[in-house]
């Protein structure tokens, strides 16, 4: 039984029976189903609500008039109201009915679900509580306030109604936005974009849908009041709900660190009104809402149809916002990166914002208000376009994000965890970490478990990719943009040799070698881009950046840069204080390009895209493949120069985008190609690299091609002596790029040399050194080294490539020919001992086209060497070489050792007030990785693979204020200390174990050997 009141209506002077309290009631309030617990109010929850009504209402008198008036007039039953399928259809109805009854309280329907059998008590409850927060307000009246209260301390029907009629305008617009937004969210099932972010404001109103009303002043939400305006409506809905989600909010409550919100919990009256004027959602330290925000700019920027790829298409455009759903298998997008529509002629704006799977994400571009949505005529179902070779796009770097180890960003305000927080994914990340920061541990300890990190290791790792190395040295100084060291320069002058002996001074030169420390951004453009060689590099870098793995025979293959001296070959840094010596990348020892940052465009005389053309190569394997043609086959090379008087007429057949027209037409089309792949690119330096096939020899003729003056002139006059790789040298030198010639042939004809010079530009080559040519220089200089004299030598290839192909024909092996058999000259010239001058090995080099081994070339060499007594050595070696993977590492090592070179320069000290001078123009440095080194003229050539890797070695040491290394280490061999860091300790003589197994005593049969078989140990 409910308690109930007489209650006497002021109007009309009947008599009721009504409860004190009417029964919670709600949309769904006529449904014969079981009510739902939960949603019933408690009295105390009414108290809170109300109060915190009144206080945000203070200011609106309307409000609080209407409230007073509906107290007064309370003897009216709180009606219920109708349920929720015939809500909307009543609504103009329900509006009439309450105008006509001004003074009826309003339907409590929003304060519970429904009635429940023992609402008795609890409603008994809540007029006991209301009654004591009564009493408590009467400590604080005035004598007119006290008398008017005694007056309506007899109707306490009427204070309980002025209560819950305060609570129910508000507790209306909560239900009726809570049903709007289910609502939308079921009508928009269909559209996974706005589905989404339907969900996300319904998620986020919860937290805030108090102070979200109170901020609104009580305005309503957009409902649908008939069925024919249901598609309106819902769509008006839509909008708010994402409005809802990124809506403007004034004076938003900041909460720092440690700081947590309760509304129901206030201090003092001063941050009770704080609290209430600064309504609005809770967000983090450092968070910033959309109104604070700077205008959105517009944009005036147009791509060429031709970089333009497509993304996906615009699938939803509420308010301001426009979402863009994208199609799979796009490479993912950053923020910032600035999408187009009509194929690059006008721009859509910029990524604001990035939502959904990763496999298919959401794109937000927001717009400074829907009329400029409409004003650009942006309807759904456009198609979205990005440019990915230019500047205005950028790519999210998984591997960079699944390489990070120990934190997902989750720790308070979003934030990565601080150093001493971070807890390790594996033992090896942990072992790793104590590896790198044994200062900060406890040496002492001997089982090493107490040895804790002072980084983590993601920190650890960009570290050692960021920062650079630092000599402790008063000869080094560091500035912003420089690394200025002073070097003693020691050489050895021979004065006099003959039959009397040798005279020799030594010479100390005081230099000053300045680096420079800011890394550009670097191009790449190479000639034959779609090539073996070019379409591997390019997948190489995508593999690598995107830290891709895949699947074979041989089990999971990750990407790498195995081969590149820059990124997989570690130098002698020195040696720590226990005299142990100390490695580190070359590419640590001074800054180097990234190979992650490198920008790659180039000509080609086949339209193939590149991801086409990599399949074509067929040279890496089908799982690394399928995860980067979708990117490659966007690339497309330029048209390039064809010229078949210079290289061989099986080409034929590929040549179907070739540049038209003269030489020096196809020249100045070149240069214009460098220009705007600059522009659209935005790179600071570029280097342009020539890995076509290989080219006849040009004839060096007077008046044709030994002066710069000649070589223009006959350019010109389109002269036929002028070969394609010679007119790519002439741009690229006019466009002050550094040059690079990977193929045997004479490119570098005097006239080269000298604009190169004239210019200031860098060139290098000639031809890739990577298999059995760089085998060759080695075995040589070990042989003659060593004192034994080398009389034969003979080399055997076959290979099915393209490059194998070109190389059938005469002309263009005479080139390959020449560069394959002076690679032991120097080392031959060297030691007079062995040969007599002028006095060579009989070399003999044979190149033979087998399709069928495609790219694994398969190299035979033959060694016969005389030793002491007449004696004879021969060595025969079989040499099965990866052509491509060979040759690829060495064209990113010559791009980023050629932009290096760059950087540095020289200057003497002596006289004083002399100017830096960079490299000379020829990069004899690069020689390491070229069969044929170019040189400058009249200095000496160096094929000594030892001299010249030590020779790239020590120049990058001086740079950073290292002396040259001379493997002395004398501290290991005299009882002497050298140096107060090196305190070394004394070791053990005993050889290290290189097994742990036991010998059998006698050799066992079948091929199998005692101890150790198969390269395992018994054990």
Not at 335 to 364: A, H, M, S, W
Not at 550 to 569: E, F, M, P, V
Not at 599 to 621: C, K
Not at 890 to 919: M, T, W
Request: charged letters at 25%.
């Amino acid at each position: 039984m409910e308690d109930t009141t007489k209650v006497t209506d002021n109007t009309n002077g009947d008599q009721r029976q009504e409860p004190l309290i009417s029964a919670p009631c709600s949309v769904e309030a006529q449904n014969t189903e079981t009510p739902n617990p939960e949603s019933e109010i408690s009295a105390l929850e009414v108290d809170k609500q109300a109060e915190a009504v009144k206080e945000s209402l203070k200011d609106n008198s309307t409000v609080l008039a209407e409230a007073k008036d509906t107290s007064t007039e309370g003897e009216q039953s709180v009606k219920q109201d109708p349920a929720l399928e015939t809500e909307n259809a009543t609504d103009s109805a329900t509006a009439e009915q309450q105008e006509d009854k001004p003074e009826e309280v309003a339907p409590s329907s929003e304060v519970a679900s429904s009635a429940s059998s023992n609402t008795g008590a609890k409603e008994s409850a809540k007029v006991e509580n209301i009654a004591a927060k009564e009493g408590d307000s009467k400590m604080n009246e005035t004598p007119e306030e006290s008398q008017t209260m005694e007056v309506e301390e007899e109707r306490p029907t009427e204070r309980t109604a002025d209560a819950v009629s305060a609570v129910i305008p508000i507790e209306k617009q909560i239900a009726e936005q809570q049903q709007l937004e289910k609502l939308a969210v079921q009508n928009i099932t269909g559209n996974s974009s706005l589905s989404l972010l339907c969900q996300y404001a319904g998620s986020s109103d919860d937290s805030a849908s108090d102070s979200d009303s109170m901020d609104e002043g009580q305005k309503k939400l957009p409902s649908s009041s008939s069925s024919d305006d249901d598609e309106d409506d819902v769509q008006e809905t839509k909008e708010h709900v994402l409005a809802e989600s990124y809506r403007y909010r004034e004076d938003p409550i900041l909460v720092s660190d440690a700081e947590t919100m309760d509304t129901n919990v206030v201090s003092s009256d001063d941050e009770e009104e704080e609290s209430t004027a600064k309504a609005g959602p809770l967000r983090t330290k450092g968070e910033i809402l959309l109104h604070e925000l700077p205008p959105i700019e517009e944009l005036t920027i147009t791509v060429p149809e031709e970089e333009c790829q497509p993304i996906g298409r615009v699938d939803s455009i509420v308010a301001q916002i426009v979402l863009v759903q994208s199609e799979p298998g796009i490479e993912l997008l950053n923020l910032e990166t600035v999408l187009f529509l009509d194929r690059g002629k006008r721009p859509l704006g910029k990524i604001f914002d990035v939502i959904g799977q990763v496999n298919r994400p959401i794109y937000c571009v927001l717009f400074n208000s829907n009329q400029e949505v409409l004003a650009k005529n942006i309807t759904v179902g456009m198609e979205v376009f990005c440019a990915p070779r230019t500047e205005h796009t950028s790519f999210i770097i998984l591997s960079e994000l699944m390489r990070m180890k120990g934190s997902d960003a989750s720790w308070m305000n979003d934030n990565e965890p601080p150093p001493h927080m971070v807890e390790y994914s594996d033992d090896e990340s942990e072992r790793y970490a104590k590896k790198g920061h044994k200062k900060g541990t406890n040496a002492k300890d001997p089982s090493g478990q107490n040895m804790q990190p002072q980084h983590s290791p993601q920190q650890y790792q960009q570290q050692m990719s960021s920062s650079e190395l630092k000599v402790l040295s008063p000869n080094v100084r560091y500035s912003d943009g420089h690394i200025e060291v002073d070097y003693q320069y020691q050489t050895a002058t021979v004065l006099a040799s003959g039959s009397a002996g040798y005279t020799v001074k030594p010479e100390t030169t005081e230099l000053s070698i300045r680096t420079e420390r800011n890394v550009p951004r670097l191009g790449l453009m190479l000639v034959g881009w779609g090539g073996n060689n070019g379409s591997t590099l390019t997948a190489a870098l995508e593999a690598n950046k995107r830290g891709l793995e895949w699947r074979t025979r041989q089990g999971l293959q990750k990407a790498n840069w195995y081969g590149s001296i820059t990124q997989s070959s570690t130098v002698l840094l020195g040696s720590d204080a226990s005299g142990q010596d100390v490695y580190i990348p070359m590419n640590k020892l001074v800054p180097m390009v990234n190979p992650d940052d490198i920008v790659v465009d180039g000509w080609d005389i086949s339209s193939l895209n590149i991801g086409d053309a990599m399949q074509r190569a067929q040279v890496l394997e089908v799982g690394l493949q399928d995860q980067v043609y979708k990117r490659l086959a966007q690339l497309r090379p330029r048209r390039s120069i064809y010229d078949p008087d210079f290289i061989a007429a099986n080409q034929a057949d590929r040549a179907d985008n070739t540049i038209p027209g003269t030489r020096y037409e196809q020249y100045q089309q070149i240069v214009k190609d460098i220009r705007d792949f600059k522009q659209q690119s935005g790179v600071d330096k570029v280097v342009i690299l020539w890995t076509a096939n290989t080219e006849r020899f040009a004839e060096v003729q007077e008046g044709v091609n030994t002066t710069m003056a000649d070589l223009e002139r006959s350019l010109k006059q389109n002269h036929s002596e002028i070969s394609p790789s010679t007119i790519f040298a002439m741009a690229a030198i006019a466009e002050k790029c550094i040059y690079i010639n990977g193929s045997p042939q004479n490119t570098f004809v005097p006239g080269v040399v000298e604009m190169a010079e004239h210019y200031g530009a860098f060139i290098a080559g000639d031809d890739f050194k990577s298999g059995q040519t760089k085998l060759k220089s080695v075995l040589v200089d070990f042989l003659v080294s060593a004192g034994i004299k080398p009389v034969s030598i003979v080399s055997y290839n076959h290979l099915g490539n393209n490059d194998g192909k070109n190389l059938s024909a005469p002309q263009q092996f005479r080139s390959k020919e020449i560069s394959k058999s002076n690679v032991v000259d120097d080392m031959v010239a060297s030691n007079h001992i062995l040969y007599e001058p002028e006095e060579h090995p009989d070399h003999c080099v044979v190149i033979k086209y087998v399709p069928y081994v495609g790219d694994s070339k398969r190299a035979m060499d033959e060694y016969t060497s005389q030793i002491m007594l007449g004696g004879h050595n021969t060595l025969v070696i079989h040499n099965t070489c990866e052509d491509s993977l060979l040759a690829t590492p060495l064209i990113l090592d010559l791009a980023i050792l050629g932009e290096l070179c760059s950087r540095i320069q020289i200057r003497r000290k002596e006289p004083a007030g002399q100017e830096y001078v960079p490299f000379r123009s020829v990069l004899s440095l690069l020689s390491y990785l070229c069969k044929a080194p170019l040189v400058p003229q009249g200095t000496p050539v160096v094929n000594s693979l030892f001299r010249q890797r030590t020779a790239i070695e020590n120049i990058m040491r001086a740079c950073v204020g290292l002396p040259p290394l001379s493997h002395m280490t004398l501290e290991h061999r005299f009882d002497l200390p050298i140096g107060d860091s090196h305190q070394l300790q004394a070791q053990p003589c005993a050889k290290k174990a290189r097994v742990n197994g036991s010998a059998t005593p006698a050799p066992l049969a079948n091929g199998n050997c005692n101890g150790v078989h198969n390269g395992k140990a018994d054990h």
